[in-house]
């Protein structure tokens, strides 16, 4: 038995663990038991569980029967009596492999993941290359996180047999530990057995979009249109990966943006005539994340995404008889909040965002229900569920979620970002609560009619009216920052600069940014900064995840710091990602931080202020290049906000120059950073548009 259907082991047996002693009598119990495994094997669940349940009526003993009557039990969702079955006949016939491996099954289905896996060892132990028993034992293992020996487990089975299905399944674990070069080598292998194995040329093609090889990606979505012409998750993935992570020097961004918008009209237009068998191979699967690291509105670009993401969420939905959702009527009753994130730990979201409202709404006023979506806890999660009224997690399917929130009755269902995970768009994309809001954990307009408001923030949306142009939701600017911030306390640790490979004395300047958020077109700035500043050294760090997009962002730095006669190696430092103490310790010793233009920081800004660092900064034209503009402004450190380049050049000289003018910034901030503290002004607004909201005013 494993999740992919009935047992594969069929065989009559020659003896049972209590045969009838007439031969006739033997003979006819056999052919029972084998009538009952044929229909087994043809999905006749029913009809085979009669007659496992007749041979047992007769001979309580017979192990066939015990056994595979348990796995009916499993396949109908009936573990516990599957459980029991089981090992009933593991305790007549101890050394079947298969039986250990089942029970297995049986025991991860209700959450036993320890004990599901010791009965895989033990089937494995039995025949230590009993396929079914490595395969189960991988899915047990990926799902208790441990994907590093899940991995292994695929290893062993290509040993045995190298198969497309396995190398593809071994690629998705590499991936998924960011082992992208690796994850690529099994793709490779998987499509070279199997040509026409779907699933191994779309994450082939999505890793490597992820790496930053979008044209690469582009021939292996291709590639999948021209093996199936019907598929619209392969059409939508070739549209979006023809985005570059990472732009070239030389890449037209008005060209990127115009081919977007016509294959998303034509993708649109194809919907038309063409079904889409399940929806869910489409939404979320691949979304247009960076089009937000182009500084232009795209609201003309995700609104008709957002509607197509809705139309088809729409269809899933009427398939899958999702219920409609009750009236729920505001009186004495507490206003219920669902939040739906899959960041429910510690994560930039978290962090900005969604740890104020559980901090500081107002618990006799307002419920707080939460569908945790992820697989991280942390203290952070415990947090979360010391504060709400019912905090839901686990894995779940996209359906099994979308019940659990219409049934929970929530009165508004706020999603803090969309973006960054597959199944929050899926759910987002519904209408499961009769209103709907979403937040700047990824700071864009939506784009779908199912998201009513748009929490933001008066410090990032300046003026209102022109801010609203920018989305399809309504805007709701929050006072201030929009958000309560806690600050956190972290470990002092002591980092010698030296010894991670920077010179002493020289002004170091910190450039955090993840890599897609330097734009080619600010690539100058850094230059103009270096021929000013001789020693100026220019700190970054590769990100976890994709190693690949950092490589490629100094390879383009690197040249145009050549190009001006400048040496990049005096002036381009990159070193791993650090710690948040090792990280303190770096910025506490450091002359500037270098806010990334167009797309701006807000948590890494944050954590430069508490360590007193100066940050330089243009404003830009669109909230998500206004976190740091609005964060200085509101400690009255004006001066920091620049309005263009060419300022933003003259600001960062003078501070990596003048140490007196550095010091005079670093004790303005100290002074004034208690003012970007335990902000209550944003709940208490939220808390008023929340029951307005719901009040129908």
Same mark, same amino acid.
């Given at each position: 038995?494993?999740?992919?259907?009935?047992?594969?082991?069929?065989?009559?047996?020659?003896?049972?663990?209590?045969?009838?002693?007439?031969?006739?009598?033997?003979?006819?119990?056999?052919?029972?038991?084998? +009538?009952?495994?044929?229909?087994?094997?043809?999905?006749?669940?029913? &009809?085979?569980?009669?007659?496992? @349940?007749?041979?047992?009526?007769?001979?309580?003993?017979?192990?066939?029967?015990?056994?595979?009557?348990?796995?009916?039990?499993?396949?109908?969702?009936?573990?516990?009596?599957?459980?029991?079955?089981?090992?009933?006949?593991?305790?007549?016939?101890?050394?079947?492999? @298969?039986?250990?491996? !089942?029970?297995?099954?049986?025991?991860?289905?209700?959450?036993?993941?320890?004990?599901?896996?010791? @009965?895989?060892?033990?089937?494995?132990?039995?025949? $230590?290359? #009993?396929?079914?028993?490595?395969?189960?034992?991988?899915?047990?293992?990926?799902?208790?996180?441990?994907?590093?020996?899940?991995?292994?487990?695929?290893? $062993?089975?290509?040993?045995?047999?190298?198969?497309?299905?396995?190398?593809?399944?071994?690629?998705?674990?590499?991936?998924?530990?960011?082992?992208?070069?690796?994850?690529?080598?099994? =793709?490779?292998?998987?499509?070279?057995?199997?040509?026409?194995?779907?699933?191994?040329?779309?994450?082939?093609?999505?890793?490597?979009? /992820?790496?930053?090889?979008?044209?690469?990606?582009?021939?292996?979505?291709? $590639?999948?249109?021209?093996?199936?012409?019907?598929? %619209?998750?392969?059409?939508?993935?070739?549209?979006?990966?023809?985005?570059?992570?990472?732009?070239?020097? !030389?890449?037209?961004?008005?060209?990127?943006?115009?081919?977007?918008?016509?294959?998303?009209?034509?993708?649109?237009?194809?919907?038309?005539?063409?079904?889409?068998?399940?929806?869910?191979?489409?939404?979320?699967?691949?979304?247009?994340?960076?089009?937000?690291?182009?500084?232009? !509105?795209?609201?003309?670009?995700?609104?008709?995404?957002?509607?197509?993401?809705? +139309?088809?969420?729409?269809?899933?939905?009427?398939?899958?008889?999702?219920?409609?959702?009750?009236?729920?009527?505001?009186?004495?009753?507490?206003?219920?909040?669902?939040?739906?994130?899959?960041?429910?730990?510690?994560?930039?979201?978290?962090?900005?965002?969604?740890?104020?409202?559980?901090?500081?709404?107002?618990?006799? $006023?307002?419920?707080?229900?939460?569908?945790?979506?992820?697989?991280?806890?942390?203290?952070?999660?415990?947090?979360?569920?010391?504060?709400?009224?019912?905090?839901?997690?686990?894995?779940?399917?996209?359906? &099994?979620?979308?019940?659990?929130?219409?049934?929970?009755?929530?009165?508004?269902?706020?999603?803090?970002?969309?973006?960054?995970?597959?199944?929050?768009?899926?759910?987002?994309?519904?209408?499961?609560?009769?209103?709907?809001?979403?937040?700047?954990?990824?700071?864009?307009?939506?784009?779908?009619?199912?998201?009513?408001?748009? /929490?933001?923030?008066?410090?990032?949306?300046?003026?209102?009216?022109?801010?609203?142009?920018?989305?399809?939701?309504?805007?709701?600017?929050?006072?201030?920052?929009?958000?309560?911030?806690?600050?956190?306390?972290?470990?002092?640790?002591?980092?010698?600069?030296?010894?991670?490979?920077?010179?002493?004395?020289?002004?170091?300047?910190?450039?955090?940014? @993840?890599?897609?958020?330097?734009?080619?077109?600010?690539?100058?700035?850094?230059?103009?900064?270096?021929?000013?500043?001789?020693?100026?050294?220019?700190? #970054?760090?590769?990100?976890?995840?994709?190693?690949?997009?950092?490589?490629?962002?100094?390879?383009?730095?690197?040249?145009?710091?050549?190009?001006?006669?400048?040496?990049?190696?005096?002036?381009?430092?990159?070193?791993?990602?650090?710690?948040?103490?090792?990280?303190?310790?770096?910025?506490?010793? %450091?002359?500037?931080?270098?806010?990334?233009?167009?797309?701006?920081? =807000?948590?890494?800004?944050?954590?430069?202020?508490?360590?007193?660092?100066?940050?330089?900064?243009?404003?830009?034209? =669109?909230?998500?290049?206004?976190?740091?503009? %609005?964060?200085?402004?509101?400690?009255?450190?004006?001066?920091?906000?620049?309005?263009?380049?060419?300022?933003?050049?003259?600001?960062?000289?003078?501070?990596?120059?003048?140490?007196?003018?550095?010091?005079?910034?670093?004790?303005?901030?100290? %002074?004034?950073?208690?003012?970007?503290?335990?902000?209550?002004?944003?709940?208490?607004?939220?808390?008023?548009?929340?029951?307005?909201?719901?009040?129908?005013?």
């Amino acid at each position: 038995m494993t999740k992919r259907g009935p047992p594969n082991i069929f065989e009559v047996p020659q003896r049972t663990a209590s045969a009838p002693s007439a031969p006739n009598a033997m003979a006819a119990l056999i052919m029972q038991v084998q +009538r009952a495994m044929a229909l087994h094997q043809q999905g006749k669940l029913t &009809e085979a569980a009669d007659i496992y @349940s007749a041979v047992l009526r007769s001979t309580p003993q017979q192990v066939e029967s015990l056994h595979y009557l348990g796995v009916v039990r499993h396949q109908l969702g009936r573990h516990d009596e599957a459980v029991e079955l089981i090992q009933k006949a593991i305790k007549l016939k101890q050394n079947d492999p @298969s039986a250990h491996s !089942n029970l297995g099954l049986a025991l991860y289905a209700l959450g036993q993941q320890q004990a599901a896996l010791e @009965s895989y060892d033990r089937a494995l132990a039995l025949d $230590r290359n #009993f396929v079914d028993a490595l395969i189960n034992r991988a899915i047990a293992l990926k799902g208790m996180g441990r994907l590093a020996e899940a991995v292994g487990c695929y290893d $062993r089975l290509i040993a045995l047999r190298p198969t497309a299905k396995w190398f593809n399944a071994r690629g998705c674990l590499q991936a998924a530990l960011l082992r992208y070069d690796e994850a690529l080598a099994s =793709f490779e292998q998987a499509v070279k057995l199997q040509p026409d194995l779907l699933d191994a040329w779309s994450n082939k093609g999505g890793t490597h979009y /992820l790496v930053g090889q979008h044209r690469q990606a582009v021939e292996a979505f291709e $590639r999948g249109i021209h093996l199936v012409p019907g598929s %619209a998750g392969f059409r939508l993935k070739r549209l979006v990966s023809r985005i570059p992570i990472i732009q070239d020097a !030389n890449d037209d961004v008005a060209a990127i943006r115009a081919n977007f918008a016509s294959d998303l009209a034509a993708f649109g237009q194809w919907l038309d005539h063409n079904p889409v068998p399940n929806p869910l191979d489409v939404v979320g699967s691949c979304q247009p994340f960076y089009l937000a690291y182009h500084a232009q !509105n795209n609201r003309e670009l995700l609104a008709p995404y957002g509607q197509i993401c809705a +139309r088809l969420m729409a269809q899933w939905a009427q398939q899958n008889g999702l219920a409609p959702l009750p009236a729920r009527s505001i009186g004495v009753s507490k206003i219920r909040v669902g939040v739906v994130s899959a960041h429910v730990a510690d994560h930039p979201v978290w962090t900005a965002i969604v740890r104020g409202w559980f901090q500081e709404l107002d618990a006799t $006023r307002f419920e707080l229900h939460v569908f945790h979506l992820g697989t991280t806890e942390d203290a952070q999660t415990a947090l979360a569920k010391a504060r709400a009224t019912v905090f839901h997690s686990g894995t779940k399917t996209t359906l &099994e979620w979308a019940r659990l929130i219409v049934a929970s009755e929530v009165d508004v269902l706020l999603y803090p970002e969309l973006g960054m995970d597959q199944l929050t768009p899926q759910l987002a994309a519904m209408r499961l609560a009769h209103r709907q809001a979403a937040s700047w954990g990824h700071p864009e307009t939506t784009g779908l009619p199912t998201i009513d408001l748009y /929490l933001s923030a008066e410090g990032f949306e300046e003026p209102l009216a022109q801010a609203q142009a920018c989305y399809t939701e309504r805007l709701v600017p929050l006072p201030n920052l929009g958000c309560y911030y806690e600050p956190d306390a972290v470990p002092v640790q002591e980092v010698n600069l030296a010894d991670l490979g920077l010179k002493a004395g020289a002004p170091l300047l910190v450039c955090p940014g @993840s890599p897609y958020k330097y734009a080619p077109e600010h690539d100058h700035v850094l230059v103009d900064i270096a021929k000013r500043v001789p020693g100026a050294q220019f700190l #970054f760090f590769t990100v976890p995840g994709p190693q690949n997009l950092s490589h490629l962002l100094q390879k383009r730095l690197s040249e145009r710091f050549q190009a001006a006669g400048l040496e990049p190696a005096r002036h381009l430092v990159v070193m791993p990602w650090q710690t948040r103490p090792q990280f303190y310790s770096i910025m506490r010793q %450091a002359d500037v931080f270098l806010d990334t233009i167009g797309f701006s920081g =807000f948590n890494t800004v944050m954590q430069a202020v508490d360590c007193a660092l100066p940050v330089v900064t243009v404003q830009g034209e =669109f909230m998500r290049g206004r976190f740091a503009s %609005a964060i200085l402004k509101r400690m009255g450190l004006d001066e920091l906000v620049q309005q263009g380049k060419d300022a933003y050049v003259e600001s960062a000289v003078r501070l990596a120059s003048d140490p007196a003018y550095t010091g005079l910034m670093k004790a303005k901030m100290t %002074a004034q950073r208690a003012v970007l503290y335990r902000d209550t002004a944003p709940v208490r607004a939220l808390e008023k548009v929340l029951q307005d909201w719901c009040e129908g005013q």
